[in-house]
Every structure is written in C-alpha cells, then in structure tokens.
Nanobody, 128 residues
C-alpha cells in the first residue's frame, strides 16, 4: 500500500503561482512513477504531468507545458507541481497518483489507468 497526502492549492488570481505537494508513505519503494491529474466541474479527469521515479524523466500535457514543472524529492518521498502563470482554465481539483507498474522507457504515464494509488485531491481556483 502507498498512501498519498496532498497539500497546497487555493484561490489565486490569473498570472499567479502555486505549488502543490504530494507526500508518499508506506511501500514507497514500489513506485515506478508519480503523476498529477486534474478534473474541472463537468469534465473528465485529465493528465497534467508525470515523473518517473527512477531517472526523473518528466512528461507534460500540452496545455501546461512551459508553465508547470513536476519535480521529486527522493529523501522526502514527495512530488511537487509548481504552477506558474496560472490561467482561469487551470481551475480544477488536482490529484496526485502513484504507479507501481513498470512500463516501457518510452511510456509517458499519461493515462490514469497506469496508476494504482491516488491522493485526496486539492482545489485550485484561478480568478480572472
């Protein structure tokens, strides 16, 4: 079992920055990758970013590329999502997730089906 505890989020104005954190505990050695997804009201959950735990390869959705940065702190078993230049369309509930499946080296971990464990979610609201 892997437990994920999220923190961060809140209400900000467009153009602002926020950082989300996701601390993992439990059988953390079994992780292959961590990811961030988001879900806006009335919409399906969508991929935001992912990072391979070994090697640190990162992947981003086109909508956040250049504005968001995913990173990890091995010592703290924590993954971060730094969000800059926030837009109203970034408003959503954000979820971190942990995958315990080792896919091929070219896989981006962009599908929610690749993940087994999920955080509780945190709301990000960007006002215009």
């Amino acid at each position: 079992q892997v437990q994920l505890a999220q923190s961060g989020g809140g209400l900000v104005q467009a153009g602002s920055s926020l950082r989300l954190s996701c601390a993992a505990s439990g059988r953390t050695f079994s992780r292959s990758a961590m990811g961030w997804f988001r879900q806006a009201p009335g919409k399906e959950r969508e991929f935001v970013a992912s990072i391979r735990w070994s090697g640190g390869n990162t992947y981003y959705a086109d909508s956040v590329k250049g504005r968001f940065t995913i990173s990890r702190d091995n010592a703290r078993n924590t993954v971060y999502l730094q969000m800059n230049s926030l837009k109203p369309e970034d408003t959503a509930a954000y979820f971190c997730a942990a995958s315990i499946t080792a896919y091929s080296s070219s896989y981006s971990y962009s599908s929610e089906w690749a993940y087994t464990y999920w955080g509780q979610g945190t709301q990000v609201t960007v006002s215009s």
